[in-house]
């Protein structure tokens, strides 16, 4: 069993409680002023949001594509290079800083050199 918790002017889905019988009926009790609640066997709601009262995909722009890549891309390069110790910089090989430095460059470039955003190639982050 599951609840959608959702904005009931916008659509917009706040959050998915999945859990025992005992847990939705909590989540229940702390919604929020305003919003509304579905139940039900909700697996998946990214992408999602309620019409008529039914959780419905949302049609997705080419602009709201590249911005959910350039999001992703954001959380790789907060993840894998910019969390960067200066002391692990130092002991690193020159190949080894290469590798980092070729691939902070294809995230960064990414938004411009991919076709499909809704698909895009990532990069693989170096050993």
């Not at 066997?41 to 309620?50: A, E, S």
């Amino acid at each position: 069993m599951s609840l959608v918790i959702y904005n009931p002017a916008t659509g917009q889905i706040k959050r998915l409680v999945d859990g025992s019988k005992r847990t939705i009926e909590r989540a229940k009790e702390r919604i929020a002023d305003g919003d509304a609640y579905l139940e039900g066997d909700y697996t998946r709601v990214v992408g999602h949001c309620v019409t008529d009262g039914r959780v419905e995909p949302v049609e997705r722009t080419p602009d709201d594509d590249m911005r959910a890549l350039r999001k992703e891309r954001d959380r790789l390069l907060r993840i894998h290079v910019d969390r960067m110790n200066p002391m692990r910089w130092g002991e690193m090989t020159q190949k080894q800083k290469a590798g980092f430095r070729a691939y902070r460059r294809a995230l960064l470039d990414l938004p411009k050199n991919t076709k499909t955003p809704r698909n895009p190639v990532w990069p693989t982050p170096p050993e």
